[in-house]
């Protein structure tokens, strides 16, 4: 049974935490790990450590996105975690997904739970387990009847290598909550995503995702991952935890305050 940790007073959580956590922050489609500074300075300012990962096919990368696969994510994002955790080999840390990152921390999840203390989910897709072959963003997202996403919204290009979001739709999609210049913002900075991730499985058995606590933040006002597709995730029992959020997809973004205490309080659930 899910329990719903509502009520919570950010002030206090930054407060009385009980010991310093490393949190490994993973960002979503169409975007990259530049979304989550700013709650990576809150993370910081209040004595954690926050490690961003901006996952392959960004700027800088040197590789075509049409040979970038769910396996170059899933392999980043481990790399990411045994840097993060080395010189403590008792050392865990709590691995935040957000949006498509969810399927992508799941992977991890599944490929070594060991080093994981917590999953937690934002606004994220969450795949089923014992599922063959198991789902795909594209599986979860075309169950969604809820959000903005217009038939053009989702731009895929001629080649079939990547996809884009339809500009058109950006802020009402991605920053329904924001002020207009920061809307702008979010929607400027959006890049194309590698398109054969999107379409991959993602495999979960409950002997090893399943071992690993579980949380989820859920963002009230989102039209990207609506929040009945959030829901309905939650329903499929595999999460402890979750944590009500009352903004759009990118709280990381347009609430970043909220959303590490959203974090803490999700991680640290034993805090009152």
Same mark, same amino acid.
């Given at each position: ?10 002030? #206090? ?6 010991? %310093? ?47 970038? &696969? ?8 481990? #790399? ?16 935040? !997904? ?5 399927? =992508?921390?799941?992977? #991890?999840?599944?490929?070594?739970? &060991? ?15 014992? =599922? &063959?072959?198991?789902? &795909? +963003? ?9 959000? %903005? ?6 731009? /895929? ?14 802020? #009402? ?15 400027? %900075?959006?890049?194309?995503?590698? @398109? ?7 495999? +979960?058995?409950?002997?090893?995702? !399943?071992?690993?606590?579980? %949380?989820?933040? /859920?963002? @009230? ?7 009945? @597709?959030?829901?309905?995730? +939650?329903?499929?029992?595999? /999460? ?7 903004? !759009? ?24």
């Amino acid at each position: 049974m899910i329990k719903f940790l509502a009520g919570f007073a950010a002030a #206090a959580l930054f407060t009385s935490t009980a010991q %310093a956590e490393t949190f490994v922050l993973v960002h979503g489609a169409f975007q990259t790990g530049a979304e989550w500074s700013q709650t990576a300075s809150v993370l910081t300012d209040v004595g954690h450590t926050a490690v961003v990962v901006t996952l392959p096919g960004r700027a800088g990368d040197g590789r075509a996105l049409g040979d970038i &696969t769910m396996a170059d994510h899933v392999t980043l994002l481990r #790399a990411s975690i045994t840097t993060a955790t080395a010189g403590d080999p008792d050392g865990r840390v709590v691995l935040v !997904g957000h949006s498509f990152a969810g399927l =992508v921390i799941s992977a #991890a999840a599944e490929a070594d739970p &060991t080093p994981i203390a917590t999953l937690v989910y934002v606004a994220a897709y969450l795949p089923a387990v014992d =599922v &063959t072959p198991g789902d &795909t +963003l594209q599986d979860l997202a075309m169950a969604d009847h809820h959000g %903005a996403w217009q038939a053009d919204s989702f731009v /895929v290009a001629a080649d079939h290598s990547s996809a884009s979001v339809n500009p058109r739709d950006r802020i #009402a999609i991605f920053a329904n909550d924001a002020p207009a210049p920061l809307g702008e913002a979010i929607a400027a %900075a959006m890049v194309d995503e590698p @398109l054969a991730p999107l379409a991959t499985p993602v495999a +979960l058995t409950k002997t090893r995702f !399943g071992s690993v606590r579980k %949380a989820y933040v /859920v963002t @009230l006002r989102d039209m990207a991952v609506s929040t009945d @597709l959030q829901l309905t995730l +939650l329903g499929q029992g595999t /999460v402890a935890e979750a944590v009500p959020l009352d903004t !759009g997809h990118t709280p990381q973004v347009t609430a970043p305050d909220r959303l590490a205490a959203a974090i803490l309080r999700a991680a640290t659930p034993d805090i009152e």
